[in-house]
């Protein structure tokens, strides 16, 4: 009887995240040479340190509105997805976002 099942997965790989995007790529360039930090002191009269919501990283949301700037994606909900699907992102975003955490920043974009 010939039988198939495509939902099997028969072995598992193992992938760096960092070797999948090249190193001479636009985004990582301007990662390694641009220091975000400075964003920190600019947002920080913005926030209260003693109360309140923890925030969201400005750095990561900037990040994210970069992104979206420099590859002309005007739709929060394409960027959301731009960033779940594209590993680049993840990597130049130096963190794995899941769905509810972006999905938490969008409203604020």
Do not use: A, W
């Amino acid at each position: 009887m010939l039988r198939s099942n495509p939902n099997v997965q028969n072995s598992y790989e193992f992938v760096c995240l960092e070797e999948l995007v090249p190193q001479n790529h636009l985004l990582r360039k301007i990662h390694k040479h641009i220091d975000f930090s400075f964003i920190l002191e600019k947002v920080k009269p913005y926030y209260c340190e003693d109360n309140g919501r923890p925030s969201v990283d400005p750095i990561m949301l900037f990040k994210m509105m970069f992104i979206g700037y420099l590859y002309g994606i005007r739709s929060e909900r394409q960027l959301e997805q731009e960033i779940q699907l594209n590993v680049l992102y993840t990597v130049v975003l130096k963190k794995i976002l899941n769905r509810l955490y972006i999905m938490s920043l969008i409203p604020l974009i």
